[in-house]
């Protein structure tokens, strides 16, 4: 599994922004994808994650009711639709993979982690 974001910039408080994460890696394992997030000066913290099937999604208090997880068909790409941003919500953000599925999800069950993308919400 090699996981890469892309997506991430600068937008108002208020805008959206969409995150991708893909796996360029092989494996026949199923695993959840996740989204997980570091503002400066702060710990990591789960934002976001979706089963090997799609059927199943959680998202930290946060952030629900505005981010949505998905999937690709392929199972290999994995999006984070963000709207109504606020500039609490600036961070980098971090694509990781959990070959056991976890429940919850927790960063220390990660066994992938992609690069971070940049979000920065201005006010």
């Known amino acids: 599994v090699q996981l890469q974001a892309s997506g991430g910039g600068l937008v108002q408080a208020g805008g959206s922004l969409r995150l991708s994460c893909v796996n360029s890696?092989?494996?026949?394992?199923?695993?959840?994808m996740n989204w997980f997030r570091q503002a400066p000066g702060k710990e990591r913290e789960f934002v976001a994650a979706?089963?090997?099937?799609?059927?199943?999604?959680y998202y930290a208090d946060s952030v629900k009711g505005r981010f949505t997880i998905s999937r690709g068909s392929d199972k290999s790409t994995m999006y984070l639709q963000m709207n109504r941003l606020k500039p609490e919500d600036t961070a980098v953000y971090y694509c990781?993979?959990?070959?056991?599925?976890?429940?919850?999800?927790?960063?220390?069950?990660?066994?992938?982690w992609g690069k971070g993308t940049q979000v920065t919400v201005s006010s």
């Open positions: 890696g092989r494996t026949r394992s199923s695993y959840s």
């Open positions: 979706i089963s090997w099937s799609g059927d199943t999604t």
């Open positions: 990781a993979a959990d070959l056991q599925g976890s429940e919850p999800p927790a960063d220390y069950n990660m066994d992938f």
